[in-house]
């Protein structure tokens, strides 16, 4: 068994040094084949929508933006929970992942869901007014716009004063940085830190943008 396990842990280190230091060299958006696998339930099990909704303060009638949704994993509970008085914009710069979210939206269970807005577009240009959104998201993106302050300042723009900015990041991601980095660049980018919560492999940091 300690055999099994250490052989597990090996193969996965070693995974994870080497697709590193591949993306080091090479920046590329998650390819959307991956989408089968972020929106599973192995990775609702590992990172479950209702825990990721409390953390980033996400609540009833709020407009709320996820940047880089890729499949939509977290939007249709986010969509549930703002409500019909609340709206959810996916935006996405892969059009092969938002197929996979308009496929998820066909399904029979998710038919009362009416407030979800696909959007194909760049976290550096986002089609939104100055002042405008109340909450804005990411899982596991920012690590993967090569321009990080580009794509906050751009989230900051759109963000209400005193709005929230969500950063989730997942050890199993092979750009997933450690919580300190993400404040850091959060807070070069202008934002106010206001809460970090979760575990080393999952969490997520709250930001504010200035009133
Ligand atoms: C690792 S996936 C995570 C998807 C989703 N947030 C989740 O956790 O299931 C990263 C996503 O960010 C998107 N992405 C990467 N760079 C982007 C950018 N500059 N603008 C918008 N989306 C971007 C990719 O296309 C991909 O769908």
Redesign the pocket.
């Known amino acids: 068994m300690t055999t099994i396990v250490l052989t597990i842990l090996g193969v996965l280190l070693v995974w994870q040094v080497v697709i590193r230091l591949f993306r080091k060299r090479y920046h590329f958006?998650?390819p959307?084949f991956?989408?089968r696998f972020?929106?599973s339930d192995i990775?609702r099990e590992m990172?479950p929508p209702d825990k990721l909704i409390e953390r980033s303060g996400i609540k009833q009638g709020m407009r709320v933006l996820?940047?880089?949704?890729?499949?939509?994993?977290?939007v249709t509970s986010v969509a549930r929970v703002v409500g019909k008085t609340g709206k959810v914009y996916a935006?996405?710069?892969?059009p092969a992942?938002l197929r996979q979210l308009k496929v998820k939206l066909t399904k029979p269970e998710n038919q009362d869901i009416k407030n979800i807005k696909l959007i194909l577009?760049?976290?550096?240009k986002l089609p939104f007014e100055d002042n405008s959104i109340d909450l804005v998201y990411?899982?596991?993106?920012l690590q993967?716009?090569p321009d990080k302050q580009k794509?906050l300042k751009e989230a900051g723009r759109v963000l209400k004063p005193g709005g929230v900015l969500a950063v989730?990041e997942?050890l199993p991601?092979p750009?997933y940085p450690l919580k300190s980095t993400t404040i850091k660049i959060g807070e070069e980018a202008g934002f106010i830190l206001d809460k970090v919560l979760g575990n080393f492999w999952n969490y997520t940091v709250r930001f504010v943008k200035q009133l």
Request: net charge negative; proline share 3%; aromatic share 8%.
């Open positions: 958006p998650a959307a991956i989408g972020l929106d990775r990172q996820e940047v880089g949704c890729g499949s939509g994993a977290f935006l996405d710069i892969q992942m577009g760049s976290a550096y990411m899982v596991t993106v993967e716009t794509a989730t997942f991601d750009d």
